[in-house]
């Protein structure tokens, strides 16, 4: 009897699809509204990927995609094309159970306006109870004394919203989102009706929660100030991811603590990058560029001919 010696064919190696390990995943994601008899693009291939335990701004101009995406992270939207995946579920995938399910399980949304975060006639402890309730959760009471004293408001407890301030409602709103221990913690302008110190007591205890809970938050905002106040910040511009900005603590020489800011521009896997307008504007660019590839870089500028017979064309 002989034993064959040749070698075995190795098995192929795995190939990895995009985001995978991520906790949010937007490949490639589109979506299209018709409005009368025209075609609104308000997302355009959008690429996002979000790790567990990070917190997100996601900042940009009005109508540049951004509620659009929250409202397709929070279930209450589908897109058009391309992935969404939160958790491992596939947003353009699910039946009308499995969405409500992933609506009360898996996210908690807070808005921008305190109607669509409290209900007038429940004091906050029923309003975050009420979660709960719909989710037929038991032992609500520990879990909703547990989150008014995480949000610091343990002696709010039989106050209705109209007896709150605005910056003790936000935070009646989170300990709502945070009542079925959701996976991601999406806000809609959170701070957008309050004043600046408000804001930052308001982010102040978004970054706890996500310190101390390891809950994944994603802002979803206007203003830029408010990127400040996370580690990564990611702007959209006409529905795409345009640019990232990533900020880090460094100690120098005097042992002393700073924070810097890089801001990088977003290539996405089609090879399109958007520049940013500041840069387009200065130089500008416009119609066609140049390219050239060099060793550890492209070097992009105006394309001069085409200037040039521009210029003739007037004369």
Not at 3 to 27: F, M, N, Q, W
Not at 152 to 177: F, K
Request: glycine content about 8%.
């Amino acid at each position: 009897m002989t034993v064959s010696t040749a070698a075995k064919p190795s098995a192929p190696t795995a190939r990895h699809r995009y985001g995978e390990g991520a906790l949010i995943v937007c490949d490639n994601l589109v979506r299209i509204y018709k409005v009368a008899d025209l075609e609104v693009v308000a997302l355009q291939g959008l690429d996002l990927l979000v790790d567990t335990g990070e917190i997100v701004a996601i900042v940009g101009a009005s109508g540049s995609g951004k509620s659009t995406l929250l409202n397709i992270l929070g279930g209450l939207d589908t897109p058009s094309a391309g992935r969404a995946i939160v958790a491992g579920h596939d947003l353009g995938q699910m039946g009308r159970r499995e969405r409500t399910r992933y609506r009360r399980r898996v996210t908690g949304i807070v808005w921008q306006q305190t109607d669509r975060n409290l209900l007038p006639y429940l004091t906050a402890i029923e309003n975050i109870e009420l979660p709960m309730v719909l989710d037929g959760a038991r032992n609500r009471g520990p879990r909703s004394r547990e989150l008014l004293d995480l949000v610091g408001l343990a002696d709010r407890a039989g106050h209705r919203p109209e007896r709150l301030s605005g910056g003790e409602q936000q935070r009646v709103a989170i300990a709502v989102a945070l009542a079925n221990r959701p996976s991601v913690l999406l806000a809609d302008e959170p701070t957008g009706e309050l004043d600046s110190t408000t804001s930052a007591e308001v982010f102040g205890l978004l970054r706890r929660i996500n310190a101390e809970l390891g809950t994944t938050i994603v802002v979803v905002t206007h203003d830029a100030l408010v990127s400040d106040q996370v580690s990564r910040t990611v702007s959209i511009r006409d529905g795409r991811t345009s640019t990232e900005t990533v900020r880090r603590t460094e100690r120098n020489d005097a042992g002393e603590h700073r924070v810097i800011a890089e801001e990088f521009a977003v290539l996405d896997r089609a090879g399109r990058l958007q520049l940013p307008r500041a840069h387009v504007e200065t130089l500008s660019l416009k119609d066609r560029v140049r390219l050239r590839l060099e060793d550890d870089h492209v070097g992009v500028w105006p394309d001069q001919s085409r200037s040039g017979n521009d210029a003739k064309e007037r004369s």
